[in-house]
């Protein structure tokens, strides 16, 4: 009974922060510290950072995928862990950018230029699907309900895999038209 409840309060929370995390990075993301009068310097300093994070959150998913599949639990617990804590880092890297700097246009043509689209476009969408997945995994895997916890990392595993590896992808192609 215990679980059940402890997951209801979660599900109030994961409710919360699928809708508030989004709509508060789109909100960030307009803004611009210089234009309320704060004399900042634009971190052009972050964008390698905050995607080297993403590699390293794709190598971190990865191998705990593989520890759970050896049944090294802890270990699987304590990367999923670390997985989380580098996907917060990120966002907060990602916003303290964009609130300092202009944004980038990507310069490429043709082809290219619509494959950065398709990649930044399902990129953006699947990072605001991967909120609740992530948070309902944890929760389930939290009140020890594996199964449930099992079913659902199986569409989340993908899902923030693809994120993380493809915004690896999109500062691949974007950084050579930052502005220094």
């Known amino acids: 009974m215990e679980n059940k409840i402890s997951e209801k309060k979660y599900n109030v929370w994961i409710t919360v922060l699928s809708i508030t995390i989004p709509l508060v ?5 307009k803004v611009k510290l210089r234009d309320l009068g704060f004399d900042v310097k634009p971190l052009s300093f ?15 998913l990865v191998w705990a995928v593989i ?5 090294k639990r802890k270990l699987h617990e304590n990367l999923m862990k670390t997985a989380i804590a580098l996907s917060v880092a990120f966002l907060g ?4 950018y964009h609130m300092t700097s202009e944004a980038t246009k990507y310069g490429g043509e043709g ?5 950065y689209f398709f990649i930044l476009i399902t990129h953006i969408i699947l990072s605001i699907v991967t909120i609740p997945l992530v948070l ?9 309900k594996f199964d449930k916890h099992k079913k659902i990392a199986k569409i989340t595993f993908p899902i923030w ?15 050579p038209y930052y502005v220094n």
Not at 67 to 71: A, F, R, V, W
Not at 136 to 144: D, K, N, S
């Open 93 to 96: 890297m990602y916003v303290a």
């Open 111 to 115: 082809v290219l230029k619509a494959v």
């Open 67 to 71: 520890s759970i599949k050896n049944g």
């Open 25 to 29: 990075v789109a909100i960030l993301f």
């Open 46 to 60: 972050l964008p390698p950072i905050y995607a080297t994070i993403n590699g390293i959150t794709a190598i971190v």
């Open 161 to 175: 895999l693809y994120v993380a590896v493809t915004g690896v992808i999109v500062y691949l192609m974007i950084s």
């Open 136 to 144: 309902v995994t944890y929760v389930r895997a939290l009140a020890e």
